[in-house]
């Protein structure tokens, strides 16, 4: 019999063959490999020998023993249960060591002749079940059982003595072993030059093939890694060579193509100077990286011819864009071939960005927004340090400078909330230091305005000392400070107020959440102790179906109660969990979850429950004083093996009956477990 799990088993053939074809067809399969009493096990990881175990040795050695054993049994399971690759050798130079150890044990053995040899003998059958008074062998239909007499199995005779060797025959056979393995070696290094010249020339059929340069070289880099040693290798190198210069040529062409496609704009020269600059990093010498050197250095003509060129497209653009741009210009070719057409053109746009600003202070003084002029006056005296007009400008930079000082006088007001006498601090203050201020006339009715707001600090103070008060409800707070901001009777105080609603807002969700948790606590507990009836109820319907199952079997005289929920057979000693899988989980297992429950068992205190064997359960069900029957007709024992393509296992029925019959069933099928320990 075999495991559950396992791919198949395969007689007739060497170990060694075998090995080699996995290794071409890239094969994953673990090996358990049988010899007579030896056993060993073999893992292969996509056609590659990674570990071997057998008997006090691992990796290497043990591969090597493994495959020279002669007349093996070799069962496969389709997957490899080891990762690491604790051999790292060729294939070859194990299968090498294989043949010599194989050859050293033939010369060593002495062949046992073969009137001495031991015919293999059936399996026996279990001798506690086939011994036990009252049972009947039914494995076969009762007409068709073989009564004729086992014969006793042959006597080996003793072996003749082995002539003793001369050391001539001995030098020949060990030459003869040499020749051997040269000539497997010999055929090795043919086959494997062949196969090596198909693989390069199908490396390069594919690489040709295919337009991307790095998927080439990718193919053939592909090739070197499996035949880095091989007599291609050097071809495939210079392939390699030949496809790298011609990726050079191309990236040129490409950076090339990449500046002449640049807009033609003031980021020209950066862009190509990236991209020069990234072409040079990654190759810096060779004729490439000189043409692109070449390029750099006629950069400042072509760039100054760009700048030039890019002012003609500002002409639709308005005058102070255009003496931008103009200035920029002059700065940055200084000695440019332009540089007189540019002043000349510069001039002319003075008078017009005069007359430009003083319309548009108006714009801004009917905004109130300043800032935007301000800026422009001041990008004016930039540009134009010594026109004519400057004073004039200057002198409407002051004015709207004071238009924005009174705005940011009301906003500082604004500033100080509820606190008047700091508001009115703000214009006092300023007036004191500018009492001649054109603003004055402003400044005194932003005064007057304040008086107002006194009236309505009374009304806030109240909401606010009703708000603050945490023995008030939150919700009545809450909706206190919401009324007054709504009245809209004084905004100096709609900050603070916003301000306290949102902690107030912030303070009412906490306390309605806390509402719902105190709510969803008293649900939670009422589930929880319904959920705890419910864990009591099932205790006493397990506990009630154990003490009348433990009370039928006490009634026999044959079982006695052990620890809870536990029963020991006196014939036997064992111990037998008074209810089975079914009865204790509601539903019945494959035989793969079977095993896993039974492990997982601690029924009575204890952790070595286990599948019985099918002789264990035919004992408490085939022979009499039965068992009590169970909520199953039969029940997994720890018996499976492999038949045909599925994993079978043997079962026992629960029928009170005195015979009993080897039965299966698939390891997929649905069934329960009776535990069994120790």
């Known amino acids: 019999m075999t495991a559950a799990g396992v791919g198949g088993q395969i007689q007739g053939i060497s170990l060694d063959a075998f090995l080699q074809m996995a290794q071409m067809d890239k094969t994953t399969c673990t090996l358990t490999v049988k010899a007579g009493s030896r056993n060993g096990r073999i893992f292969v990881l996509k056609g590659e020998l990674i570990d071997a175990e057998t008997t006090g040795i691992e990796a290497a050695e043990a591969a090597c023993q493994i495959i020279s054993w002669p007349h093996v049994l070799i069962e496969i399971e389709n997957t490899c249960l080891k990762k ?39 399996e026996a059958e279990p001798k506690a079940l086939a011994d036990s008074e009252g049972f009947k062998d039914l494995s076969q239909p009762a007409e068709k059982v073989d009564k004729a007499p086992r014969q006793a199995p042959a006597v080996a005779a003793p072996a ?74 050097q071809a495939a190198r210079d392939k390699l060579d030949e496809l790298r210069r011609e990726a050079v040529q191309l990236e040129l062409e490409d950076s090339l193509g990449k500046v002449d496609e640049l807009p033609r704009d003031p980021a020209f020269e950066e862009k190509a100077m990236a991209i020069y600059n990234a072409f040079l990093a990654r190759h810096p010498e060779g004729p490439e990286a000189g043409q692109v050197k070449q390029k750099i250095a006629e950069l400042p003509v072509l760039v100054e011819q760009i700048d030039f060129a890019s002012l003609k497209a500002l002409e639709g653009k308005g005058p102070e864009a255009q003496a931008a741009a103009l200035v920029h210009y002059l700065a940055r070719h200084p000695q440019g071939a332009n540089r007189a057409a540019v002043e000349k053109i510069l001039a002319g746009l003075a008078d017009a960005l005069l007359a430009g600003l003083q319309k548009q202070a108006k714009t801004c003084d009917a905004a109130n927004n300043w800032d935007g002029c301000i800026a422009a006056c001041e990008r004016f005296l930039g540009l134009f340090a010594a026109h004519v007009g400057r004073k004039g400008v200057e002198e409407l930079k002051a004015k709207m400078e004071g238009q924005r000082d009174l705005a940011a006088l009301n906003a500082a007001a604004a500033q100080a909330g509820n606190d008047l006498a700091a508001a009115r601090k703000v214009y006092t203050d300023y007036l004191a230091r500018h009492p001649a201020s054109p603003l004055k006339a402003e400044i005194q009715a932003r005064m007057d305005k304040l008086k107002d707001l006194i009236q309505a600090r009374g009304q806030w103070e109240t909401v606010q000392s009703f708000a603050r008060n945490p023995q008030n409800d939150v919700v009545e707070r809450h909706n206190r400070v919401q009324a007054f901001l709504r009245q809209g009777s004084s905004t100096a105080f709609s900050e603070e107020g916003n ?14 959440q806390r509402r719902q948790q105190l709510a969803q606590q008293d649900r939670q507990q009422a589930a929880a102790q319904a959920a705890q009836a419910r864990l009591e109820q099932e205790r006493q319907k397990l506990k009630g179906m154990q003490d009348q199952v433990l009370k039928s079997a006490v009634a026999t005289g044959r079982f006695s109660a052990g620890t809870d929920g536990v029963v020991i057979d006196t014939k036997t000693g064992k111990m037998w969990a008074l209810l089975d899988s079914t009865e204790q989980t509601g539903r019945c297992m494959d035989y793969v979850s079977a095993r896993n429950w039974v492990a997982a068992l601690s029924t009575g205190g204890f952790s070595d429950w286990r599948l019985p064997t099918a002789s264990e359960l035919a004992g408490i069900y085939k022979d009499q004083p039965f068992f009590p029957g169970g909520s199953a007709s039969w029940y997994w024992s720890s018996e499976s093996y492999v038949k045909g393509y599925h994993s079978v296992v043997n079962i026992v029925t629960t029928r009170a009956e005195t015979t009993f019959r080897i039965e299966q069933e698939r390891a997929d099928t649905c069934g329960t477990v009776r535990a069994v320990r120790p």
């Open 499 to 512: 301000k306290l609603l949102a902690e107030l807002e912030t303070e009412k969700q906490k306390e309605l």
């Open 160 to 233: 003749p003595k082995r002539p003793k060797r001369s050391p001539v025959a001995m030098i020949l056979a060990g030459g003869l072993v040499l020749v051997l393995v040269a000539g497997l070696a010999v055929w090795q290094l043919g086959f494997f030059q062949d196969k090596g010249k198909k693989a390069y020339e199908t490396a390069v059929v594919e690489a040709d093939a295919l337009e991307d340069w790095q998927a080439k070289q990718q193919r053939l880099e592909r090739f070197l890694a499996a035949y880095s040693e091989g007599p291609y290798a």
């Open 84 to 122: 690491e690759n604790r051999i790292n050798q060729p294939l070859m130079n194990i299968l090498m060591e294989a043949m010599r150890i194989r050859d050293e044990q033939s010369l060593q053995t002495p062949e046992m002749p073969p009137a001495a040899q031991v015919e293999p003998q059936p």
